[in-house]
């Protein structure tokens, strides 16, 4: 296990050597605190809805540490609100998760402002070393990392596009995906003190480069971090229950917001497109999906992800 973590270590930081940028996406967080470690002459870059979320005080601190430039991107309600149209019009998309996009719209925005042209963001991590906590209950997680290595996308991909910044995705380097294939499962989610650790083998190859309370801290999603999950409510209250019960659509909705980013999208994009001969169709709005596919980049469904 001393082995594979050190090794690890070793291919990360050379992985980021190699990949050279000059911004960071900065939550605080274990993957973007080992980037940050990793090139500390990086202006790095955190947003925040109203200075709320954790991200806030886990980037300082870890900031303070590494001696780095650090810079907060505050975002108020009206602001994010107001951002959504054109975030839906970059990634052609009504996906529940748009909070999530939004934090990283605001920071490749700023980015871009700043002058920053290639930035880094710690996609691929939780993927890789099974960070979500719904990986716990899957049956066969090797089968199911190795598929999804196969199909990651991420939406700072297209966001950059829109703006002309590179995107560095140091975790999604081949390097990384190589080795984060061969290491067992049980090195990746394991119980320590009492508690069920998604990411172990990434946090003991770390413990010795940062502060305790960033190696082992909790696995928060990236709209809760940034506070932008507070939308959620503020949105929702934007479709009353009789707009949200005459939807004559077939899309299979899971809330008010989901309507409400629908609504968006066909004002912004249009009609939904349909499959082509090559693809599927999406259970939940009847978009085009890639064959054996398990998540519709539309309106984010999500199917079964093992093989039909």
């Not at 430039?69 to 975030?87: C, G, L, S, Y």
């Not at 069920?196 to 770390?206: D, H, Q, T």
């Amino acid at each position: 296990m001393n082995e594979i973590a050190t090794n690890l270590k070793n291919t990360l930081v050379n992985t980021v050597r190699r990949n050279s940028y000059k911004g960071l996406l900065f939550s605080g967080g274990l993957d973007t605190s080992i980037l940050a470690a990793g090139n500390p002459k990086i202006t790095a870059i955190t947003v925040s809805l109203d200075s709320v979320g954790e991200d806030v005080y886990y980037s300082k601190s870890l900031a303070k540490v590494l001696d780095i430039k650090h810079i907060f991107r505050i975002v108020k309600v009206d602001e994010a609100i107001e951002a959504i149209p054109e975030t839906i019009r970059i990634l052609k998309s009504f996906d529940p998760a748009i909070p999530n996009d939004l934090t990283v719209y605001f920071g490749l925005k700023f980015a871009k402002k700043l002058g920053i042209d290639r930035i880094a963001t710690g996609d691929g991590s939780d993927e890789l070393f099974a960070g979500y906590s719904f990986m716990r209950d899957i049956d066969n997680l090797e089968e199911y990392i190795e598929r999804i290595t196969k199909k990651m996308s991420f939406s700072s991909n297209d966001i950059g596009n829109f703006f002309g910044v590179k995107i560095i995705q140091p975790f999604i380097d081949k390097n990384i995906v190589d080795f984060a294939l061969q290491i067992p499962v049980d090195l990746k989610i394991r119980k320590c003190n009492g508690k069920v650790w998604g990411k172990w083998i990434l946090r003991k190859a770390f413990e010795d480069v940062l502060p305790k309370d960033i190696v082992w801290q909790g696995k928060r999603p990236l709209e809760v971090g940034s506070g932008m999950n507070r939308l959620r409510q503020v949105i929702s209250e934007k479709v009353s229950d009789e707009e949200f019960k005459e939807n004559t659509t077939s899309i299979k909705f899971i809330s008010k917001e989901h309507f409400y980013y629908y609504k968006i999208y066909k004002e912004v994009i249009g009609e939904i497109p349909k499959p082509n001969t090559n693809e599927g169709e999406c259970l939940g709005c009847g978009a085009g999906m890639k064959k054996n596919g398990f998540h519709c980049k539309v309106c984010g469904y999500v199917l079964d992800w093992r093989p039909r």
